[in-house]
């Protein structure tokens, strides 16, 4: 029974998130469904993030089992031609290890957020990043995000609904940088708690705006209480952009 592991791009906005779900179409749904029309086989999509509803991906990698072999190429080719018209895209296609998991292999998850900071909202980038019309400074997020890299207990930038086991992560980088209207977020890591960027995204704004210094940042983070975070980031300017893998 080959695996095979696959590269998928997808435009977030018309799913309720990666994950099957009962309300509404999902990423996962799409691609099990593509794979049984292409091949006559219902298998389950294994992911290696579980982005939310309205959250993008550049760089999403999946596996799965098929009873029938395949060659890659005919694989993508034929996922894409039943994706369609959904906005989700197969980059790439491969045969996998018998023990590769998109998941648990993992060895690093990359995300980047984009914020459109200018006063005139987005034409055609609507639905892709945050509209902040108040001036935002660059550098000083950037200084004080970094409080956040290391080892910590994230409970503040975590999600009350998060079922991960531990609030510990290790965050092992994240810059913030301005590029003309955009300021673009990059972080990566092992892991994420649920809305972990996202939490981390809305506190930076306060910091952009002057309303939050670097030490409120840290006293936050140290609080290890969900209400000292800032406001959430809204999951249209989330991309998964990369999973890494040994």
């Not at 018998?98 to 995300?111: E, G, I, L, P």
Request: charged share 25%; aromatic share 8%; proline share 6%.
């Amino acid at each position: 029974m080959p695996r095979y592991r696959i590269t998928v791009e997808y435009d977030g906005t018309p799913f309720v998130g990666w994950q099957r779900q009962e309300n509404g179409p999902s990423v996962q749904q799409a691609l099990e469904e593509a794979i049984a029309a292409m091949t006559g086989e219902r298998v389950r999509v294994q992911g290696a993030g579980r982005t939310d509803a309205g959250v993008h991906a550049l760089g999403q990698v999946a596996h799965f089992d098929l009873e029938r072999a395949f060659s890659p190429h005919r694989l993508r080719e034929g996922l894409n031609y039943h994706l369609r018209p959904a906005p989700v895209v197969v980059l790439e296609a491969e045969e996998a290890a018998a023990d590769f998991h998109a998941r648990f292999s993992a060895t690093r998850r990359h995300y980047l957020y984009r914020i459109l900071n200018r006063r005139a909202p987005p034409a055609l980038d609507r639905n892709r990043v945050w509209h902040v019309p108040v001036p935002l400074d660059a550098g000083i997020m950037h200084e004080a995000a970094q409080v956040l890299v290391g080892r910590h207990d994230f409970t503040t930038f975590r999600a009350s609904q998060c079922q991960a086991d531990s609030p510990v992560r290790t965050l092992d980088f994240i810059a913030v940088d301005r590029q003309g209207d955009e300021i673009q977020i990059r972080t990566h890591a092992r892991s994420f708690l649920h809305n972990q960027v996202r939490s981390m995204v809305g506190s930076l704004k306060l910091v952009g705006e002057g309303k939050w210094t670097a030490g409120d940042l840290r006293k936050a983070l140290e609080a290890c209480d969900r209400t000292a975070c800032g406001p959430v980031a809204p999951p249209h300017g989330l991309y998964l952009t990369r999973i890494d893998y040994d």
